[in-house]
């Protein structure tokens, strides 16, 4: 898991796997460094909250379209 974790650059997560994330970092007594800020981390959403946890970005656009988008750029978080 390791090697797999250090070859990725983004992860793409869906809003309510994001939102369990939170709730189980909630539980733990962690309220910051809740997003590995060595990735980029998008969250997938048509409803992003007003004040979205620090390291996340949230996507409204779809994701055929984002995925397309991002592929096409150049790797910034290597």
């Not at 996507?59 to 055929?64: G, I, N, Q, S």
């Amino acid at each position: 898991m390791r090697e797999f974790y250090a070859s990725i650059d983004t992860i793409l997560w869906g809003r309510k796997s994001h939102d369990w994330l939170l709730a189980y970092y909630a539980r733990q007594g962690k309220t910051e460094g809740l997003s590995d800020t060595r990735l980029k981390n998008y969250v997938f959403s048509k409803h992003p909250p007003a004040r979205p946890a620090a390291g996340a970005e949230f996507v409204t656009e779809p994701l055929k379209a984002f995925t397309q988008r991002l592929r096409a750029a150049p790797r910034a978080f290597r």
